[in-house]
């Protein structure tokens, strides 16, 4: 009421002027493949650049390619298209950018890596660890009298999957690659049909 004292009308009450409200793309994880120089502070400026638009790394994995020089990013980051398309502009425009490429719906082959380490506390454990690992592709690397560490690799939902079969075991320690990924090369016939 202070700011009314002396006037005779009260106050004016302002509404906001109404925005359109820009519709939201479908937000999900999108592969983000780069070629880089392998050169010294390549990797902080992509990380500086990604985070400093206020986007969240899912995962990183970084790589030496065949050629000299090079390395391969595969990046995972969540956002709907529009922020993903910004984020391949900025990546594009870094000097040590080769190549920038959104695999997300594009066909192509991604792949992780986990090494477990998973308590055996009987025989009965030892057989059925040891059985899980070969239904799953995996292989195991280290044995020692209370554990199993076991090497796997796939796609995410396989890796996630093995880890809920094994967690009742108890596991000790873990240790899970991001993704990395490469594009599919098809034959000119598949690409028309």
Do not use: C, W
């Not at 990604?50 to 980051?77: C, D, F, P, Q």
């Not at 596991?171 to 990924?181: C, F, N, S």
């Amino acid at each position: 009421m202070a700011d009314t004292i002396g006037r005779d009308e009260g106050l004016k009450v302002v509404t906001a002027p109404k925005f359109r409200k820009i519709p939201k793309g479908k937000v999900r994880k999108h592969v983000i493949d780069l070629i880089v120089q392998n050169e010294h502070g390549v990797l902080s400026r992509i990380v500086t650049l990604i985070a400093g638009k206020g986007y969240n790394i899912e995962s990183l994995s970084v790589g030496e390619t065949h050629e000299k020089g090079l390395s391969r990013m595969t990046i995972v980051v969540e956002g709907d298209q529009r922020v993903i398309e910004q984020v391949v502009k900025q990546l594009r425009r870094l000097i040590s950018t080769i190549k920038v490429r959104d695999l997300t719906d594009l066909p192509h082959i991604e792949r992780e890596l986990l090494l477990v380490k998973v308590n055996l506390g009987s025989q009965r454990a030892k057989d059925e660890v040891f059985r899980l690992a070969q239904i799953f592709g995996g292989k195991i690397v280290d044995v020692s009298p209370s554990s199993y560490t076991i090497e796997l690799s796939g796609d995410g939902s396989k890796i996630s999957t093995f880890i809920e079969l094994v967690k009742p075991f108890g596991i000790k320690e873990m240790i899970r690659t991001g993704k990395i990924a490469l594009k599919r090369d098809f034959s000119e016939a598949e690409e028309e049909g």
